[in-house]
């Protein structure tokens, strides 16, 4: 196995191994008001949604988990065999793995199944020179793209990780023009990786041309926290401490959404566990949700347990829609929506005062 595949094989054994969830997740603050009397029947709503011009059945996506590594090829055709079942967005891990070693069958196992909205994934620090390391150039962007018939590339930022991992890539000068530059060849949108996004980040990756932001904030799975369980493996006390020391770290997802809403489609990730957290995610101004490590247990037994949680997902997501009298999806977003705890702390002290 090399360096890499290691690393990839790593991040999904100790998300499922350890506790590697944030210390509180903000979508609890978040509160829908329920309508006693909805006028509208469960079974009349409609789920669907469209997202960059594709029709999902439901606003969710399974935004980027894995491949580059043998088991990861499995946990793909399960997820995307489900995806397809239920007709929504999927999103692979980063592809650096395949476009440094030439080995894309982990992630091309997408291809044969019909998904409405394929994501590419790479990471920012990778779009750039690192200390030995050559930044990609639009021909390895174009290869991402072609390795699963992408709809779209979603470029990682997640510089909290890369400063814990002993090898990490911590360059971080010019992305932001090279984001501007793949932008203008491709269907670019961006994520985080666990700590959110900012409004004055948002507002600057706007600046780019890229199509949407996947805001992916804090309460979730915290990748300091990946890193540090990592770390401990290889006894690097270095990343041990400055993985349990960042574990919190991040933007609270939920006001991530509110503050990154520039004008962008926009997915609310981080910390999303059920249908009623998609929910909260629309009615804050997201047009979909995504999620990633509650479903990472199903997707290594089988498709058909992916099936279920997403099924279950769905129908949650309905009972809130029937809760808050919505049958559309986009009257969801016109309700009223009640704000606690820290998550209402920090937007009211964010500079803007959205609130
Ligand atoms: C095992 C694992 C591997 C991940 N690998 C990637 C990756 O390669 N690229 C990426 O953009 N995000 C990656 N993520 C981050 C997720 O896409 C997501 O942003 C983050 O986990 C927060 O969502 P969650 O709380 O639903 O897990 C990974 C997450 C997990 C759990």
Known sequence: MTRIEKRKADHVEVSIEKDVGSHYNYWDDVKLVHNALPEVDLEEIDTSTTLFGRKLSFPLIVTAITGGYGKAA???????????????GMGVGSQRAALENGDESSYSVIKDFDIPLKIGNIGAPQLIRQRNKEAFDLSSI??????IDADLLSVHLN?????????????ARGCWEALRVIAKEFPVMVKETGAGISREVAERLKGTGIKGIDVSGAGGTSFSAVEKYRSERIGDERGVALGETYRDWGIPAPASVILANVGLPLIASGG?????HIAKGIILGAQ???????????AMDSAESVVKKLKIMQLEFRTAMFLTGCTR???L???????????????????????
């Not at 793909?76 to 929504?88: D, M, R, Y």
């Not at 510089?159 to 360059?171: K, N, S």
């Not at 977003?333 to 606690?340: D, N, S």
Request: net charge neutral; glycine share 6%; aromatic share 6%.
């Open 329 to 331: 999806v986009s009257d």
């Open 288 to 298: 979909c949700a995504g999620v990633a490590r509650s479903i990472l247990a199903a």
């Open 159 to 171: 510089f909290l990780q890369e400063v814990v991992q002993p090898e990490g890539d911590t360059r």
């Open 142 to 147: 174009q290869k991402a793209f072609e390795m």
């Open 74 to 88: 499995k946990i793909n055709e399960n997820i995307a065999k489900a995806c397809e079942e239920l007709q929504i």
């Open 272 to 276: 999303v566990m059920n249908g009623l």
């Open 333 to 355: 977003q016109k309700k009223e929506f009640i704000i606690t705890g820290l998550t209402k702390d920090w937007l009211e002290q964010s500079k803007r005062r959205i609130l």
